[in-house]
């Protein structure tokens, strides 16, 4: 075992993925090193997610495994399953400690006073104090502005894992901007459970007012937001995806394109508004990559209310879906509804949206050959555009460096095949 060392198994969201990167950075300042797994280190954090069934079976499995794969290092579990499901985890026989969303800030002190007896003041930490985080194994920072959810989508586990909405003051936020271009970061998500209810210091919702001031700030690094929901869409943030600093992309999940569903969802649009909020920002912005997600299989469901959904995918030429059969949260209102749809239906309409996202994908991403468009370098010959066309780059890329910005001239499409789930683009690149 080595010592002084910690590794990570972040599962789900970019909240997380920005959370376990602050927790990183800030076990590293009191020298602890974050390693792989392989390494055997002396920690294992292991960041969970519960937002769906098979979210929670995938938790108790890396648990397990992490246990078995590991004797004697100290394994502390995190996030939204440790906060809605936590006597289930410490009764797991090898758990070192379970440690909520809303503690989650606190988790390198504890580590810290447990295994070495060193005594943190936690008393001014909150769900934003994660200090400067960089990121950890990946090339684009995730920045957290929000957390926590107000709504009561009847299908939505969320909010008992998150808590009510808060947001992080705009000072902070704006600090952090800087820190992260000063640092040469290529690329800036900004993530929360709902961006759009952003609100300043003196709770007004103001999301689109701190973009401007984000925008202002830069002149090297992209700013990304991770999803919006549909009632957030509107002209001001059509005219704001025209900065030239600003990705052409937006995720805005749908959920269903039947109105009846969604009310029974309890979201807070129709099919018709959502239609007439991504027309109109693919009208000001023609450039936009939108992506969505979509629950398919809600409790009476019919084939035609989820052709719906296909139908608006369509209409819009949405480019990427998230796909997900639906399954029944413990204490959710959905719940107390009959599940009247098998899983074989509900499995071969994913199928069936996951083929419509390739498909969907592929004619975004054509329109685009023979066009050179920004790019950060990742790692194994592959990069990311700012309207989110995975390349793969045929000419020799020893010069490059993780997180540099190149140009890439998008060549052809390679379809998926048995290795690979996902097609991508060919791309050359100029440096």
């Known amino acids: 075992?080595?010592?002084?060392?910690?590794?990570?198994?972040?599962?789900?969201?970019?909240?997380?993925?920005?959370?376990?990167?602050?927790?990183?950075?800030?076990?590293?300042?009191?020298?602890?090193?974050?390693?792989?797994e392989l390494e055997k280190p002396e920690i294992i954090i292991i960041n969970t997610c519960t937002v769906t069934n098979k979210a929670d079976?995938?938790?108790?499995?890396?648990?397990r495994g992490a246990i078995k794969n590991n004797p004697g290092a100290k394994i502390w579990v995190t996030g939204c399953y440790a906060e809605t499901d936590k006597e289930i985890i410490e009764n797991i026989p090898g758990i070192t400690g379970v440690v909520g969303n809303t503690e989650k800030s606190k988790l390198p002190s504890i580590?810290?006073?447990?295994?070495?007896?060193?005594?943190?003041?936690?008393?001014?930490?909150?769900?934003?104090?994660?200090?400067?985080?960089?990121?950890?194994?990946?090339?684009?920072?995730?920045?957290?502005?929000?957390?926590?959810?107000?709504?009561?989508?009847?299908?939505c586990k969320i909010p008992s894992a998150r808590g009510k909405a808060v947001s992080r003051k705009e000072e902070d936020v704006l600090n952090q901007v800087s820190y992260l271009q000063d640092q040469g970061v290529g690329e800036i998500i900004l993530t929360g459970v709902n961006l759009g209810w952003y609100k300043d210091s003196e709770s007004k919702k103001s999301f689109n007012t701190l973009l401007k001031k984000i925008l202002d700030r830069l002149d090297y690094s992209r700013l990304r937001i991770s999803s919006i929901e549909p009632s957030d869409v509107g002209h001001e943030l059509a005219d704001l995806t025209l900065h030239p600093r600003f990705c052409n992309y937006l995720h805005v999940p749908m959920q269903s394109?039947?109105?009846?569903?969604?009310?029974?969802?309890?979201?807070?649009?129709?099919?018709?508004?959502?239609?007439?909020?991504?027309?109109?920002?693919?009208?000001?912005?023609?450039?936009?990559?939108?992506?969505?997600?979509?629950?398919?299989?809600?409790?009476?469901?019919?084939?035609?209310?989820?052709?719906?959904?296909?139908?608006?995918?369509?209409?819009?030429?949405?480019s990427k879906i998230h796909a997900f059969p639906f399954s029944v949260r413990k204490g959710t209102t959905a719940e107390n509804l009959k599940d009247s749809i098998s899983k074989e239906v509900k499995k071969e309409r994913v199928q069936i949206l996951n083929s419509l996202s390739r498909k969907k994908y592929?004619?975004?991403?054509?329109?685009?050959?023979?066009?050179?468009?920004?790019?950060?370098?990742?790692?194994n010959e592959t990069g990311v555009t700012d309207n989110y066309l995975k390349v793969k780059f045929e000419t020799d890329t020893k010069s490059l460096k993780r997180g540099q910005f190149l140009k890439a001239k998008i060549l052809s499409y390679k379809e998926p095949n048995e290795h690979l789930k996902e097609g991508h683009f060919l791309s050359s690149f100029e440096s």
């Not at 997380?16 to 020298?31: C, Y």
């Not at 079976?57 to 648990?63: A, P």
């Not at 005594?119 to 001014?124: A, S, V």
């Open 1 to 36: 075992m080595k010592k002084n060392t910690v590794s990570f198994h972040t599962l789900g969201c970019r909240l997380n993925i920005f959370e376990s990167d602050g927790l990183s950075t800030a076990l590293k300042k009191e020298g602890i090193e974050t390693v792989s």
């Open 57 to 63: 079976s995938k938790n108790r499995s890396i648990i």
């Open 111 to 155: 580590i810290l006073n447990t295994l070495y007896g060193k005594e943190i003041d936690t008393k001014e930490f909150d769900r934003f104090s994660y200090s400067d985080v960089m990121p950890s194994s990946h090339t684009r920072a995730y920045l957290k502005i929000q957390d926590g959810c107000n709504r009561v989508c009847s299908y």
């Open 257 to 318: 394109g039947n109105s009846r569903i969604l009310k029974m969802m309890k979201r807070s649009y129709t099919a018709e508004t959502f239609y007439k909020r991504i027309k109109l920002a693919k009208e000001k912005n023609p450039a936009l990559f939108i992506g969505t997600d979509i629950i398919t299989g809600f409790p009476g469901e019919t084939e035609d209310e989820f052709l719906d959904s296909v139908n608006l995918v369509n209409d819009l030429e949405i």
């Open 362 to 379: 592929k004619e975004f991403g054509e329109k685009y050959i023979g066009k050179t468009l920004e790019t950060i370098y990742e790692d």
